[in-house]
């Protein structure tokens, strides 16, 4: 941060937030704040099984316990005729409709199949009599073979999930040109091989997830309020999909949302429940977990992947890649759990000229919890292969880690750049993007940082990773409505829960309306206001939302003017729109936007051909999308006695197309980076064999702390994108994918070798010491 | 049982379970939700609130506990306008989704009282008791050193 941040300012500018003030005292309105008059609480007992046949469920001694309203089971959800959670993420494009479909009732009466599946909910007057009841409900469980892991999962005669889905695979599918691959290899100097994986990973977002729901029974309306990123997709996916019922018979509306990171993009199970047993037991219920309890049911993500090949020409040059990515899907399908393989695959492609690529993307079924966007889904795990696959090309061919991304990146002079794969880039100086971060991150100078580290006795490498992502998924839809009084309200379809939207909207009206920060107010979250939105997810909101916010502004512009025409009885084409005041051209006369708003409510010199009212929508559709990228750089320290690794620097520039706060993007770009630290180095979601999962806690699930973050400098090195009118490319996600690469990278040049077997993420100090005492014992044997 | 104890600046009485913990007494029994509760191992500080004066994990202690002894939360920390502290994260970007946020501010604040002129590298250190999943830190950071000096009335 440089200059220091106004408190009200104009596109473009570093602005602080207008959401804060709530926030910092205390009046933040979180799912678990909400309390309805004659509220239930809602306790769910869990499966501790990884895959059993249920046998049967007693409740009559739970039904007899202090304060005990209901007990509902499996076999009474099944009774009620309401439908399963879909999965509508499987793009028909790649698919061909060609993958396996699963089960997802909210509550099962036959089979668990993942640790923490629900089988009974207990409903009572206190969350605490609630959770003392789910102990007296009697669970018969016959066990059934497990597959707690993707590897077990395709191993030959591995036990089979689904009677359709042979060899556990939901689906198989191809991208890209395989004999023109094939005739790529057919030249090549040089075939790198290498395989990577990334660990499964809780989104772990501090407040967990929770829903109230109520049941209308004089409207037959279905309410929930829920602590989701997205609720227009839940309302539409639970009046489609689940109580077969028109939209407008379900209302879904959320708070303050403490996190998602793409944990709370669509339906989840509970979300169903707490509305089913409102409408059975005419009250409102609400469900909020422990912590434990929500690692156990939370979608996870990641858990990939990825083999392949990579064809070089004799200087270095890339001529094709060969790859097959792998997720573990999980258990079920839920709504989104198809996003990240596809969009795994597709970025294969990579910032690289890629002359021919040949990508087999496959989704497995296995005994865990089912797995969902994880912020950069998919980006990540295409990268992490790409820059890792660069480093051992680098390695073998005798080339630094900077000259093979050199003769490789794709020169601005060739965009657009149509890709082996799907996409066409619109835009970008990637090598631009690339000199900038060796000059920000002091690259060269780095010899002198090693010499320092090593008279501390530490050994210091440094890593680089370029990435390429796609920004503006979906289309979206925002309103400018003025009251009466000649206030404006934004109607949001995305939804903020932490980006601070509300600001960045806020500094939109006010630089392109000229209305001040206390005639603005923004509005998302509530499908009865708002009638349809996106939500927020994958860096979409400002690129999409912005864009269809600046279309809506420049419609009140058209629609104002002719009514300012009249005012000030002039020819709309005299009259000029600046700063918030219309003016006739020559004269003296105007009228701010305020008065013309508050002016075409009026009956009297208002002519009705005008309208009623002032408001306007504008809508935005990403044809084609964008790509932001950018360029990151770690260095790390490594303690040799102990195996600790410390990120001690890292820098990175990126190319967002347009920042609109400055302050904002960097908080986005430093807190998606301490994410990537975390896979990096700390975080993995373990099953052991049985299915059991163990780690359940923020004991045991480890996450980066104050004193893990170095200090982060970053740049900008922006292109705008053409393909929306306010040039901004996505920029929220940009740590989560460029830094594991360049952490782990590092991680290898400062031990000086490369460990065999391969460091895998998150690489812990254990790993990191194993391998140096390995490599020790190698260099003594071969004396 | 029927506990009594100042929060806020007043005394309260209430009936509970002795079980009760600190942060359910005050989010249930007296609807002061800006203490919040991210985990149940003591390791987040979501509900880090002050007790007798020092930073405490309300989710680890009774409520029976406090029995007697003045309790200060988030929405008791300033009256009208903003305390240093709070000032301080809205100016360095310290929060973005604001869960984390009123433990940590108080956790801050304790920290501050202890020592006004910490390094870098000090904040970050004694940050260890309190998780932010969203912002990486540096906003947290600045926002305490800063607040800090603020409250000792250096800037």
Redesign the interface.
Known sequence: ?TA??KHQGRFGESV??V????????????I??L?LAGMLHMAIVRSDRAHARIVSVDVRAALEADGVVAVLTGVDFAASGWGDIPCESMPPAITKGKWVRTPFPSLPADRVMAMGDPVAVVLAETR?QAQDACELVEIELEDLAVVASMEAAIADNAPQLYPDAPGNLCFSAELGDALKTEAAFAQAAHVITLQTRQPRLAH?????RGSVGVFDRRLGRYELTTSTQNPHSVRRLLAEAVLKVPAHRVRVSAG????A?GLKGRLYPEDVLVLWAAERTGRPVKWVP???EAFLSDFQGRDHMASGEMAFDAEGHILGLRATTRHNLGCRLGPATGVSPFLSARMLAGPYVLPAAHVRVQGVFSNTRSTTSYRGAGRPEATYFLERMLDKAARQLGLTPVEIRRRNLIPAAAMPFKTALLDTYDCGDFPGVFEKALTLADWDGFAARKAVSAINGLLRGQGISYFVEVSALSNERMSVQFDPTGHATVLAGTFA????HHTLYTQMLHDWLGLRYEDISVVDGDTDIIPYGGGTYASRSVTVGGSALRRACDQIIVKATAIAANLLEADPAQISFAEGIFTVQGSNKALSLSEVARAAYRVLGHPGALGVGLEAVGTYTAQPQNYPNGCHIAEVEIDPDFGTVRLVAYAAVDDVGVAVNP??L??QL??????GVGQALMERVVYDEAGQQLTA???EYA?????D?P??ISALHNTPTKTNPIGVKGGAEV?TIAAPPAIVQAIEDALGFVPEPALTMPVTAAQVLRAIHREKRTEEETK | MLLTLTVNGREVSRNVEPRTLLVEFLRDGLGLTGTHIGCDTTQCGACTVHLAGRAVKSCTVLAAQAGGAEVTTIEGLSGDGLHPMQQAFIDHHGLQCGFCTPGMIMACVALAHEDPDMTEAQARERLVGNICRCTGYNGIVAALMDGAKRMAGDV
């Open positions: 941060m220091a941040p602080t937030r959401e804060d003030r709530r926030l910092v005292t205390g009046q933040g309105r979180f678990d704040d309390v605490k772990a977002s501090m407040e967990m303050d949302v403490g996190g990171f422990s912590r434990s829960h932490g980006q601070g302050l904002l960097e908080g430093i807190g998606s980076t301490a994410m806690a923020f004991t996450m980066p702390r104050a004193e973050m200090l982060i740590g």
